[in-house]
């Protein structure tokens, strides 16, 4: 896999729209998405994660 592509997941995440989100399987490209999700979250405190508190990650069955 190209180190660009993995960057442009980053860059651009799959981000969730009406209610589901398009994932990927392959290990790097999905992992590239979900770091790119978390910085998404991070950047935006609209979302519900103002600067300087720590990313809430949400773990099913946990």
């Not at 519900?48 to 990650?57: I, K, S």
């Amino acid at each position: 896999m190209s180190t660009l592509i993995a960057a442009d997941a980053i860059a651009k995440p799959n981000l969730p729209s009406g209610g589901s989100v398009i994932v990927s399987y392959g290990p790097v490209l999905g992992s590239a998405h979900r770091v790119g999700r978390a910085l998404h979250l991070r950047d935006n405190p609209e979302l519900g994660n103002p600067p300087g508190r720590p990313l809430q990650v949400h773990r099913p069955g946990r």
